[in-house]
């Protein structure tokens, strides 16, 4: 038995979701009969670590600070160990231009991009490339801010026309802006848990989204515009293939403990190529990863106490 933080809320845009996947993440800690200490992240986070002095914390943030590094620094610097990821994979995977980079560096798909900072765009002229830009993409293409979740900044643009007004929406979530190649096909989760052997895939979890959704991504995220089916209805040679990738792309960014891989097959059903890696995944009762881990046949709880031998057994740095 062991005193466990249990780390969620936190002041990101996913705050809500954040709460839920500590609600659910203390629930199987108690049926385990581990000691929970619920921290809600904010200002008073070291000291309420230096007061309660846990044994291991359980980190159910999403987005900006939780995701992203910032509190895996401070769980080091307390000696507190914690489970998922460590700082630099945490920091690959919230910023999509430099999960992009670090992918194509280690030879594995991801659509053609261009980004570029605020700074660019204001003091270097950047917006006078965009033609460039846009010749080689072709359209349609997708605008996306570097850093963020559940879709939300992320436009479609048709045609040239659209990229402005679509770069104004990404820049009012972060500073730095990518437009991709946008990928015409079957949108697929695959999350991965560490296991004896190494890192495994778990089945795969498809977005199916409902008609009339196709281009407005952040519609796909509200309640019942979007089916998902696990195991995807796949050919078992391209689920091994994805799984491959997906466990391809979790090392490659130097994840521990679990995270899941958003990929996407192409309209060829036979082109994969990965949009992105959540390095600390939703774990509410709606999300990708609980259910690709109920479709393994494992149970919530059991994952939750996988996940804390591995914070357990990760040798402090
Ligand atoms: N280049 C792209 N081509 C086609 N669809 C895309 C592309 N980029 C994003 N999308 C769609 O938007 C969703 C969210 O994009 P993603 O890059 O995973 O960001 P996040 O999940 O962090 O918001 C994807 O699951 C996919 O449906
Ligand atoms: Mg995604």
Redesign the pocket.
Known sequence: MSRVAVLAGGQSLERQVSLRSGARVRAALERLSHEVIAIDVGPDLVDQLADTEPDVAFVALHGRDGEDGTVQEILELMGVPYTASGPSACIRCMD?VLTKHTLRDAGLPT?EFYAFSQTAFDSLGAGRALPAIEERLEFPV?V?PAA?????G?RFAPTAADVPAAIVAAFSYDTKVLL????AGR?LAVSVIDGVDGPEALPIVE?IPRDGDHYD?EA?YEIGRTDFVCPADLEKQTTQRAQALAVAAYRALGCYGFARV?L?LESDGIGLTV??A?AIPGLTETSLLPQAVEAAGVSFTAFVERVLNLALARAPA
Not at 148 to 152: H, K, R
């Open positions: 999509k659509p997708v996306k963020q979740g559940s879709a939300l992320i991709e190649r946008h990928v949108d977005a991504f796909r958003d996407m949009l992105e959540n």
